[in-house]
């Protein structure tokens, strides 16, 4: 539409035509009227000069707008392609909502969106990156126009992280020099990946905020799919008897949006060692727990794995758990504490037995015993002492315990200080004024230690009375707070989800944990049930990013629940919820099962006021989109050039109005 601009002049040239029409005729009586009128030849000309430069402006207004140009900056109008364009894309499990005409997820969606604003923006003529939210790895593409087909930009089963995006894009940008740089960050804006209360966004925006010409546009899909079910596994174990022997499970189904009072027969497809049947439950509610499903296993079988899906629907991101099996280890725990007043209540609750049939063990060990631990097989450590520093033989040790799946439960040590674990460390010591003492306020009781039994009912988390405690400060998930602090925190660091920061102590001067045993019991044995995960040759582990490990330890896992998964890069394979096998020298079989994150079942998505906040102090626009409609992302573009033009032709009509006619004297009349 540029090569139009020439049209500009079309008033010039319908001037000059109209001025060559005429032929002039003398008369003698027009003589006075024009030599009146040279009195106001200055201001009648300036008048003319700004009518005809309105329609010039009024017509390259127009032929601008139907070009529909695509600018950053000030309404869109500043011009100029950057030199670097850089693409944040969210891969996270809830980008697979869809919109069930398209058939199109919020990722495909918003990807296509961007390559097509791309490719009108700025053609060829930036440098375009591409930093995707699984891996965290910049790829540089030549044309937009790879995007779609491009493999880091394919749905995954992942967690998403969107700080630690940002601070990626930092890095890149600050250590290659990137010059003006356009930042497009896709997402759906789900609170449990933005993490808008973490500590790391005032360094994320103090490290932009000193880098000049760098822009963001926030391109959101915050809308949640309708009837849509979700699925989460929460355990997953066996029950072995003399006669026979069953895989146990404790799953969730979950109806986040749509009428909750509907109920309707749900048919869950089960594959346990590549043979499929199907479980028909009834969803009555929002929310239907089943605790201790059993799924019978037929002759010898003592080992496997198997898959639960939902059938297709609006999400397809949270409609699978994967899990494997084996006969139970047992369950060891060491508590490693000073004072054997803390110990004791931890070591007779870990000792006593849950299920029928199996091992339970718990030792004491002081902290400078600790190099006693039997790390290899022990699910759960307790560890109330100085959290050791990281290079530490210790802390090399905890860390190794944690990344292999395994728990570790840490309780206020009696010394101020410490390093810190997982991004966690201790606040100072605080009591309760006087004799009395707090209650935690809030805590979750639909995942993780506290929440529901099996049979529904509530732990009485509420009744507890704190009157000593340390809150755990960092990154975290809080899963129980007192009214001015958090009391239990688990670890945000993917690599150690089974890692928990609890605030007070089980003896009388610090709480009533041991007293009113039911609370303790649960948790430790819920911490206890989910360290048996890095034990045996079966475990479960998150999807993400090295969960296979390094390349030639990950080719070495071979899908066999998903040929689609089987048939990925192995960089994309540990991205997905799928079971893998791999040979060991001894001839037998290691299985791990990649689960999808509980936090992307999360639906609280973040409102534009905390976007802001977010962004406060850095060149940011928003743009909220949706997988039902079609939009241009910069439309807003060609109606301020729509507007320009009204504008024009309405101030050019009025310079255009005839003069008023002044009553001189009765009788007659001058024109003014």
């Known amino acids: 539409m540029l090569a139009a601009l020439p049209l500009v002049l079309l008033p010039v040239v319908i001037h000059l035509i109209h001025l060559h029409r005429r032929k002039p005729v003398r008369w003698a009586a027009m003589m006075f009227l024009r030599a009146a009128q040279r009195l106001n030849q200055g201001l009648t000309k300036l008048r ?74 700025y053609g060829r003529r930036s440098h375009l990156v591409v930093l995707d939210g699984a891996t965290r790895e910049a790829v540089e593409v030549i044309d ?119 109920e309707r027969e749900v048919p869950l497809r089960v594959t346990v060692n590549g043979v499929t049947s199907v479980m028909s439950v009834t969803l009555r509610d929002a929310e239907l727990r089943l605790q201790g499903r059993e799924l019978p296993l037929d002759g010898a079988v003592r080992q496997g794995w198997g898959v639960i899906e ?29 004072d054997a007043e803390v110990a004791a209540p931890l070591v007779a609750a870990l000792s006593a037995s849950l299920e029928a049939g199996r091992e339970y063990s718990s030792t004491h060990l002081p902290p400078a015993r600790s190099a006693e631990i039997p790390w290899e097989e022990t699910a759960l450590v307790v560890w109330q002492a100085e959290v050791p520093v990281a290079d530490s033989a210790t802390g090399r040790l905890l860390r190794e315990h944690a990344e292999a799946g395994r728990a570790v439960l840490f309780l206020p040590p009696p010394q101020e200080g410490g390093a810190a674990f997982a991004g966690m460390e201790w606040g100072p010591w605080e009591q309760a004024a006087g004799e009395q003492s707090v209650a935690p306020g809030t805590w979750r009781n639909d995942a993780g230690l506290l929440m529901k039994t099996r049979d529904g009912q509530s732990l009485p988390v509420g009744e507890l009375a704190v009157r000593r405690w340390r809150e755990p400060t960092g990154e975290g998930v809080d899963l129980a707070r007192l009214p001015e602090a958090a009391l239990l925190r688990r670890s945000l660091d993917p690599a150690m989800a089974q890692v928990w920061f609890l605030g007070t102590l089980p003896t009388t001067a610090e709480s009533s944990l041991a007293r009113e045993g039911v609370v303790l019991f649960a948790l430790l044995h819920r911490a206890l049930e989910a360290g048996t995960a890095g ?29 689609e998964v089987a048939a990925l890069p192995v960089s994309e394979r540990a991205l997905h919820v ?28 973040l409102l534009p ?3 802001e906040g977010l962004f406060a102090g850095l060149d940011y626009r928003w743009v909220e989109s949706s997988v039902n409609e079609e939009q241009d992302l910069a439309s807003e573009v060609w109606r301020t050039f729509l507007i320009l ?28």
């Open 645 to 672: 033009m009204a504008g024009a032709l309405l101030v050019e009509a009025l310079l255009c109005l005839p003069g008023r006619v002044k009553k001189n004297e009765p009788g007659g009349a001058v024109v003014a």
């Open 578 to 605: 799928a079971v893998f096998e791999r040979p060991e020298e001894d001839g037998a079989v290691r299985r791990l099962a990649l689960q999808r994150p509980a936090e992307e079942d999360a639906i609280e998505v």
């Open 144 to 262: 937009a126009a790879e995007l779609v087909d491009l493999p880091r930009l394919q749905q995954t089963e992942t967690a998403g992280d969107i700080p630690a995006l940002l601070e990626a894009a930092l890095d890149y940008v600050t250590t290659q020099q990137t010059g003006r740089t356009d930042i497009w960050v896709l997402s759906d804006l789900r609170q449990s990946d933005w993490s808008p209360g973490g500590g790391r966004w005032e360094a994320v925006r103090a490290g932009f905020s000193a880098l000049p010409g760098v822009r963001f546009h926030v391109l959101g899909f915050p809308e949640l799919p309708e009837e849509d079910l979700e699925l989460q596994l929460e355990r997953s174990g066996m029950r072995v008897t003399a006669r026979d022997a069953a895989v146990t499970l404790d799953l969730t189904l979950r109806r986040p949006a749509g009428p909750p009072e509907v």
């Open 310 to 338: 939902l059938p297709e629907d609006a999400d397809l991101g949270n409609n699978r758990a994967a899990f494997v099996f084996g006969e139970p280890p047992p369950l060891r725990s060491v508590v490693v504490a000073e």
């Open 48 to 121: 003319q000069y700004l009518i005809l430069a309105l329609r010039l402006l009024a017509v390259a207004a127009l032929i601008l707008m139907a070009g529909r140009p695509l600018a950053g900056g000030l309404l869109g109008l500043t011009g100029g392609a950057p030199d670097t364009v850089l693409l944040l894309v969210d891969r996270s499990a809830s980008m697979a909502a869809r919109n069930v005409v398209t058939d199109q997820t919020k990722l495909e969606t918003g990807v296509q969106r961007l390559t097509e604003a791309i490719q009108r923006a």
């Open 609 to 611: 006021e905390a976007l």
């Open 535 to 563: 034990l045996g040759r079966e475990r479960q582990r998150l999807a993400e990013a090295g969960a296979l490990g390094a390349v030639e330890e990950a080719e070495r896992w071979h899908c066999v629940s998903s040929a």
